[in-house]
């Protein structure tokens, strides 16, 4: 009682109010479009309200007027730091519609893309996360640099370098060109290397711990309710992860340890990225000495006609858990589809995360659950 | 304060140790190059512009058919010989999404992908590109390095 009647009489000594504040959409550290509104007691913030559709571009509407080869560009747009596992995650549903195989070079192949591109997903993330904590340009454009080595890769076997439309339903778009094997070698080397810098530059600087430790604390029940899935699920202690769980094409063939993180706090979430770098390297490695022989290609002119009924499949993307529902009436176009994009979760946790913290935690959380807009909006 | 010394001191260690990686990296080769003097070569499979070798062309129209954004037109008429001979082929380059699909899919390897990337203009029209004319990317400036 008396508590309250000191906190009234502070009031009419210095009039305090709370204040409306819109980050976004145009703010270099909401990775994307993305409008955050922000109840603010000071720098305290009291609440914040994701404001998402800035980017939205009716991919499932679109889906419905597309034969299902002519999609696959279109998953490439989703989550467009990672394309390949998108194209990966629509082409194995596609194939699970149409119950067709794929050749075992194919699927080695596949997966050796899949996980480079996740290495390349995630150097933006911990360099885009270093970024948002004020670490200005260094440790973003050292992300850059190694990431641009992997482009180089892709830019080889595919022709593009950032929407690569490479995985096909029933393969891929083209094999790899000779004396490639060698080129992604001498990359697991090198990026071996970069990997130690990291570590030196970042993991343990004392600014960064200062700064992400103990921030955003994402408690288990939490995780799960809010269904986070990924790296930010991982950190959060709990071991889920689809290439181990269920694992698919041959994810089940090469050994490898799921990276977990103590507290789901924003240090951990950087921390699980950069050890699944290490954890993919691995993969790589291993998928490219025992790549078998073979023709991976498929045509792409055929027009498929999957029989009537529906079909979900899940993929771990470098976000979280990629599911495709397609429900087929029979014709060469789906009746329907829906994207689960991973990114929509983690940021609906964040109004959790950020309550009762400063506002510049608000960055650095955000830059922790690494989100794409591509994809929540879709 | 003792909290405050032993914060500065651990900072400036670690400030350090962050300095001695980027110091390496100074003295490490450089990766970028200086672009409009010094271009890269693209790579065998590059996707650059939309291009067309008409004398292969044999009019089936997969490629119409299979872009997923609808930006190649073609109209052929018969001959006499009972051959089917491209009329008019144009291309859309403000929808193209440069997916590649096209070339995937053509039968003859008439339609292919050229080495061009850069591909600004201030007007709109010189986007919509008439393939059959063989004159048509005189005037974007040639990727190839010289
Ligand atoms: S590259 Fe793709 S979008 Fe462009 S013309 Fe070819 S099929 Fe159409
Ligand atoms: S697919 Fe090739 S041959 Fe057929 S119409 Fe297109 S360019 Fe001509």
Known sequence: MEDSLSAQSMKKDIYTEEFLINM?????????????????????????????????????KIAENRTYTQFIPFTDRLDYVASINNNLGYCMTVEKLLKMEVPERAQYIRVIMAELNRIASHLIGIGAFAQDLGAFATPLFYGF????????????ICGNRLTYNYIRIGGVQSDFPEGLDKKINEFIKYMKLKIDDYDQLLTNNAILLARSKNIGCLSKEVAINYSITGPNLRASGIRRDIRKDAPYLVYDRFEFDVPLGANGDAWDRYKVRVEEIRQSLRIVEQAIHALPPGNPTSKANRIHKPQAGEVYVRTENPRGELGFYIVSDGSATPYRLKIRGPSFSNLAVLPELVKGLKIADIICILGSLDIVLGEIDR | MI????????????????LLVTLKNIFAPTTTIQYPTQKLKMT????????????????????????????????????????????SFTYNMELCC???????????SAIYMNKIYEVTTYDRKKLYINLLDPEKYVAWTSAVPK
């Open chain 2, 98 to 108: 440069f997916c590649g699909l096209c070339q995937q899919v053509c039968p003859t």
């Open chain 2, 44 to 87: 065998e499979r590059y996707r650059g512009l939309v291009d067309l070798r008409r004398d292969k062309c044999i009019s089936c129209l997969q490629c119409v058919k299979i872009c997923p954004t609808a930006c190649l037109a073609l109209t052929s008429k018969l001959t006499e010989e009972k051959k089917k001979a491209l009329e």
């Open chain 1, 145 to 156: 640099r190694d990431r641009e080595k992997i482009l180089e890769i892709f830019d080889e």
């Open chain 2, 3 to 18: 909290n405050l010394i032993k914060n500065f001191i651990t900072g400036s260690i670690s400030l350090l140790k962050g």
């Open chain 1, 24 to 60: 976004g959409p145009q703010h270099p550290s909401t990775h994307g479009v993305l409008s955050l509104e922000c109840r603010l007691d000071g720098e305290i913030v009291m609440d914040c309200t994701p404001h998402l559709g800035y980017l939205h571009r009716s991919m499932e």
